[in-house]
C-alpha cells in the first residue's frame, strides 16, 4: 500500500463523484426484452463494477491491484459491445446459458479481445468512433494490463520503485473514460434514447476527469 499523491487523491475525489453519478442513473435503467440486449447489459454491468472497485483501491493506496483490475473493466465493455453489435446469435445464446462444465468449455471457446474488436470493425451497426477509441486503447495499454492482471514484470517493477504520479493519474482517467462509455452502452441497451440525455450532462458535468469520451457516441 502506497500513499495517494495529492494530484491523484484530488482526482479521485472527483472520480468518486462521477461514479456514484453514473450508478445512480444505471439504477434505473432496464434492458429491452430482448436476450441480445439483456446479456450486452450484464457485461456492461460487470465492467461499472471492475471500474468501481479499480477506484476504490487507488484511493486506498493498493494501486497494483486496482490496475489488474482494468484490464477485466476494459475488456467487459468490449464484449458487451461485441454481444451489441457483432456477435452472432448462435453466440448470444451459448453466452446465456446456465453456468455448467459444459457452458464454460463453450464460453471459453469465443473470441478474445482482438478478435472482438476486429469483429466490430467490420459490423456495420457498430459505433465506428468508438470502436476506434477502443482499438487503440488496447493497442497502447495491453500488454502492460496484462502484466499486471498476472503479476507480471510492469507489477513486480513498480512494487520496487513506486508508482508517479501521473502514471496513477492517466491510467484513472482512462478507467474513468471506460466508465462513461460503459454508462452509454447500458443507456443504448435499453431501447429507450432518452436514456441517453444523463450520459452527455455527465460528459459535460465531468470533462475535467472524462479523457476520451468526446468522440463519437455509441448511438
Same mark, same amino acid.
Given at each position: ?17 462521477? *461514479?456514484?453519478? &453514473? *450508478? ?17 447489459? /450484464? ?14 483501491? &487507488? ?12 484490464? $477485466? #473493466? ?14 452472432? /446469435?448462435? !453466440? ?8 455448467? =462444465?459444459?457452458?464454460?468449455? #463453450?464460453? %471459453? ?20 468512433? &468508438? ?10 495499454? !495491453? ?5 499486471? %492482471? ?8 513498480? @512494487?520496487?520503485?513506486?508508482?508517479? $504520479?501521473?502514471?496513477?493519474? /492517466?491510467?484513472?482517467?482512462?478507467? %474513468? ?10 443507456? &443504448?441497451?435499453?431501447?429507450?434514447? @432518452? %436514456?441517453?440525455? @444523463?450520459?452527455?450532462?455527465? *460528459? ?7 479523457? =476520451?469520451? *468526446? ?5
Amino acid at each position: 500500500m502506497t500513499k495517494v499523491p495529492e494530484m491523484v487523491s484530488s482526482l479521485v475525489g472527483r472520480s468518486v463523484q462521477l *461514479h456514484e453519478v &453514473i *450508478h445512480d442513473h444505471v439504477e434505473t435503467l432496464i434492458p429491452f426484452g430482448e436476450l441480445r440486449f439483456e446479456i450486452a447489459f /450484464d457485461s456492461g454491468v460487470l465492467a461499472l463494477e471492475h471500474g468501481t472497485a479499480a477506484l476504490h483501491l &487507488i484511493e486506498a493506496g493498493w494501486t497494483s491491484s486496482a490496475f489488474a483490475l482494468m484490464r $477485466p #473493466q476494459f475488456e467487459s465493455l468490449v464484449r458487451g459491445i461485441w454481444l451489441a453489435c457483432a456477435a452472432s /446469435d448462435l !453466440w448470444i445464446e451459448k453466452l446465456s446459458q446456465p453456468l455448467t =462444465i459444459g457452458a464454460q468449455k #463453450q464460453a %471459453n471457446e469465443g473470441p478474445m479481445v482482438a478478435e472482438m474488436l476486429k469483429q466490430l470493425e467490420a459490423a456495420t451497426n457498430a459505433p465506428a468512433g &468508438i470502436v476506434g477509441q477502443l482499438k487503440e486503447y488496447r493497442d497502447v495499454s !495491453w500488454k502492460a494490463l496484462n502484466s499486471f %492482471n498476472h503479476g507480471g514484470i510492469h507489477a513486480l517493477s513498480k @512494487t520496487v520503485t513506486g508508482y508517479s $504520479p501521473k502514471l496513477v493519474h /492517466d491510467a484513472l482517467r482512462n478507467s %474513468n473514460a471506460v466508465m462513461a462509455l460503459t454508462a452509454q452502452l447500458l443507456s &443504448i441497451m435499453t431501447g429507450d434514447g @432518452t %436514456n441517453m440525455d @444523463t450520459v452527455r450532462r455527465i *460528459h459535460v458535468d465531468y470533462a475535467d476527469c472524462l479523457p =476520451i469520451v *468526446h468522440g463519437p457516441s455509441l448511438h
